[in-house]
Nanobody, 122 residues
Framework: QVQLVESGGGLVQAGGSLRLSCVAS????????MGWFRQAPGKERGFVAA????????YYADSVKGRFTISRDNAKNTVYLQMNSLKPEDTAVYFC???????????????WGQGTQVTVSS
């Protein structure tokens, strides 16, 4: 089992920045790929970014490429999502997830955090 706890969400004005954190406990963190997903009201949960277990490969949704950066610190069992140049359409609940491989489909990710709300005002 892997337990995930997100933090760092909040209210920010358009153009601002936030950094989300996700701390993992349980099984060896470094053995898992980590991902960030988001879900806005009335919409399905969608892929935002993912990082391989070694941190050597990263993947981004087109909508966040160039604005968001995913990183991880295996010594701290933590994955981060640095979000810059935020837009109102980035407003959503953001979830971190863990799995042994990376996929854009949230259904294949086995472990999830409880989510953290990000609200971007215009």
């Amino acid at each position: 089992q892997v337990q995930l706890v997100e933090s760092g969400g909040g209210l920010v004005q358009a153009g601002g920045s936030l950094r989300l954190s996700c701390v993992a406990s349980g099984r060896t963190f470094s053995g898992y790929a980590m991902g960030w997903f988001r879900q806005a009201p009335g919409k399905e949960r969608g892929f935002v970014a993912a990082i391989a277990w070694s941190g050597g490969r990263t993947y981004y949704a087109d909508s966040v490429k160039g604005r968001f950066t995913i990183s991880r610190d295996n010594a701290k069992n933590t994955v981060y999502l640095q979000m810059n140049s935020l837009k109102p359409e980035d407003t959503a609940v953001y979830f971190c997830a863990a799995e042994t491989y990376i996929a854009a489909d949230p259904k294949v990710w086995g472990y999830w955090g409880q989510g953290t709300q990000v609200t971007v005002s215009s």
